[in-house]
């Protein structure tokens, strides 16, 4: 462990806590997960390509992927909102709105499914206003959407907060003292130091909603190309005990995910890297 | 005297026109933001826990005094009592290594340990499967043998520390970054034992983060259902968490039971939330007091 260290240090326990973290991390994460790989080069490339390409899969693609992102475009307009509104304005309750925005974090997905489809069914809290205006929401396309929004809700505002927060107001001051009305300088002067953060936000949210399932699963009507969430074929191929068709689009999932996790890095390197230019 | 008073206060007021919107602005934007957080977090939370009473008191509480729930939830305090302490242990150890030593390789560690964050949790439970279940890897060895890991309790115990292994550790480590290691080298230049130097200097300042990474852990622990799901095989009495029952409850139609599990859990959620507010009460107050010394 000792050849690791780059610069020597009197303080104990270096081989000692990075051994066990190590240790403990392959034990549980890294064995398992390459796992998911290694049972994947068992197929051949054609088998692999039939099982993500097949037309059942396709459809499950295109929901998840789709309402994951209207979703956090959802997120990213009304988490910015609520952003403003908490750092910016002083209203009754606020704190306590401040603490509830995390509710879907620490919610059971479980909890969240059979909650947003009581109130979406048609026979629900807001299900039964919409049903006669011909809208269902729970058991179709849009049920998994609301669940997906739901689950979002808390990645930009908790990304946006803190930028809005440091934003220094003087310069806001300065917009104004050189005679920019309210809307330019919000456009030119402060939409600009909350881009990356907003987009860091956003880019979390899709990629928290990419894997979701918990949530989903009770509000979506899970209907084989129509309805179907990814995470949910690949439940339902593991319960037919079709191990190489779960593998095949556990790894699908999990590159995608990788490459989500890469981009929110990058992201996040480049909105630190804007801070400390100031 | 007051006049001077005057103009600071109109000077503030006129200052503050400058970087405010109109009140029409204000009204709109408070609005959309409670019209959206009414809809996806009021209404819930209220629905959660009028569904549990809608049979009275009587009937919710008869949804947890029967052997299924009972059980279930034994099992789920049983799985967070072995996972959280676990991945507590593991947050100190690679929050010490990562933020007191420099060391080849940091970097893709501190970005590995928040992975299985942004793996999907069915995943998480699958990878486990293809492990340990019987067309897994070990699974003819285990079956002669006569383990069970898929279906049983080792199998959601090792979901549930998967999907829990960062939480303790991203708390601590840009904590203990931050915090340096001046502190513990005195302490060790004046003869503290490694052991002493833990209690007396280290977890002092890091208690707080701590509690608040083993309170987000255990939420999490709790409350785990994708991941668990996989591995469980949903045996009533033997492999059924709480989140779980609430699953098997709601497909029975039995809502009225489902959603009284459910607002336990849900509790359990606004918990945590409180201790988070109150933590970052406590941690913001602690670091004013340092800065002002």
């Not at chain 1, 003292?177 to 309210?182: F, I, P, T, V, Y």
């Not at chain 1, 456009?187 to 989903?216: C, D, H, K, N, Q």
């Not at chain 1, 779960?246 to 996790?261: D, I, P, Q, W």
């Not at chain 2, 707080?208 to 990474?213: A, I, K, N, P």
Request: glycine residues 6%.
């Amino acid at each position: 462990m000792h050849l690791l260290l780059k610069q020597p240090s009197v303080l104990p326990g270096f081989g000692l806590t990075l051994g066990f973290a190590l240790f403990y991390f392959s034990l549980i994460v890294l064995i398992p997960l390459s796992g998911l790989f290694v049972r994947t080069s068992t197929l051949s490339w054609e088998q692999f390509w039939d099982i993500v390409t097949n037309p059942r899969a396709m459809a499950s693609y295109q929901l998840t992927f789709g309402a994951s992102l209207v979703g956090a475009l959802v997120n990213g307009i009304f988490g910015s909102i609520i952003a403003w509104v908490l750092v910016r304005y002083r209203f009754s309750g606020r704190s306590l709105v401040d603490a509830l925005v995390d509710l879907p974090f620490a919610l059971p997905t479980a909890v969240a499914g059979i909650t947003l489809t009581a109130i979406y069914a048609p026979n629900g809290w807001i299900g039964r206003y919409l049903e006669p205006l011909g809208i269902k929401v729970a058991f179709t396309p849009l049920g998994v959407l609301i669940a997906l929004t739901f689950i979002g809700l808390p990645f930009v505002v908790r990304t946006v907060q803190p930028v809005l927060q440091d934003l220094d107001k003087e310069v806001e001051e300065a917009a104004t003292m050189l005679g920019a009305n309210r809307w330019q300088t919000f456009r030119a002067v402060i939409v600009p130091e909350l881009w990356p953060a907003l987009l860091t936000g956003i880019a979390m949210a899709f990629a928290r909603a990419v894997g979701e399932y918990g949530s989903v699963i009770f509000i979506a009507g899970n209907m084989p190309l129509k309805s179907e969430i990814t995470p949910l074929l690949i439940m339902t191929k593991l319960e037919q005990y079709d191990y190489s068709g779960a593998t095949a689009l556990g790894v699908v999932m999990l590159l995608v995910s990788f490459v989500l996790a890469l981009a929110i890095n990058l992201l996040q390197w480049w909105s630190s890297t804007r801070h400390m230019q100031q | 005297m007051n006049s001077v008073t005057i103009i600071a206060d109109k000077d503030v007021q006129w200052k503050e026109s400058l970087t405010t919107e109109s009140t029409l602005v204000r009204r709109l934007l408070i609005s959309a933001a409670f019209l959206y957080l009414t809809l996806f977090l009021f209404i819930p939370l209220v629905a959660i826990f009028t569904e549990a009473l809608k049979h009275g008191l009587s009937g919710y509480i008869d949804s947890f005094l029967n052997e299924d729930a009972l059980a279930a939830i034994r099992l789920t305090l049983l799985v967070a009592a072995v996972a959280v302490p676990l991945n507590a242990v593991f947050g100190v150890a690679a929050a010490w290594a990562i933020a007191k030593f420099e060391f080849v390789g940091k970097q893709a560690l501190i970005t590995l340990i928040d992975m299985p964050l942004a793996v999907s949790p069915v995943i998480s439970g699958l990878i486990y499967v293809l492990l340990f279940g019987a067309q897994g890897w070990l699974g003819p060895w285990l079956a002669e043998h006569d383990i069970k890991i898929i279906f049983a309790l080792p199998g959601i115990l090792l979901a549930t520390i998967f999907v829990t292994v960062p939480f303790v550790a991203r708390e601590l480590i840009p904590l203990m970054q931050s915090q340096g290691r001046e502190e513990e080298e005195a302490a060790i230049t004046l003869g503290a034992s490694g052991w002493q130097m833990f209690v007396r200097v280290t977890l002092p300042n890091i208690k707080w983060s701590l509690l608040y990474g083993v309170i987000l852990c255990n939420a999490r622990a709790m409350g785990e259902f994708g991941a668990v799901s996989v591995v469980s095989g949903h045996i009533r009495g033997l492999t059924n968490t709480m989140p779980l029952h609430v699953e098997i409850l709601y497909n029975e139609y039995n809502a009225v039971s489902a959603f009284a599990v459910a607002s336990l859990l849900t509790l359990l959620a606004i918990v945590t939330l409180s201790a988070k507010t109150l933590i970052e009460r406590k941690t913001a107050s602690a670091t004013r007091l340092k800065s002002q010394r």
